[in-house]
């Protein structure tokens, strides 16, 4: 693996969405991911983290270009309206 081109898809989104998207990321062909608690401030407002209802989660999810397109697409469509939802990637390189 470690010879393919990889990207790092980040989601930072609403915490009450983690059950959701990780049924629609696994769904979309992702093979795992990774979820952190996520405080800061940005064009959604300040989310302190404090109060589970205000709170941020961060996916990664590594995959190929195909699969990160997928599930780019997929939470545009279904999420950007309605929540805060910030996504980005960058190339990563698999050591294992």
């Not at 996520?38 to 996916?59: D, E």
Request: charge should be negative.
């Amino acid at each position: 693996m470690p010879d393919q081109n990889m990207l790092l898809l980040t989601i930072v989104t609403e915490s009450v969405l983690e059950d959701t998207l990780i049924d629609e990321i696994m769904a979309l062909g992702a093979r795992g991911y990774t979820i952190t608690d996520a405080r800061g401030r940005g064009t959604h407002g300040l989310r302190s983290g404090r109060w589970s209802v205000s709170s941020n989660i961060k996916i990664e999810v590594v995959g190929d270009a195909a699969l990160v397109q997928r599930i780019v697409e997929r939470l545009q469509a279904q999420y950007e309206r309605d929540y805060g939802l910030l996504m980005f990637t960058c190339p990563v390189e698999l050591q294992n």
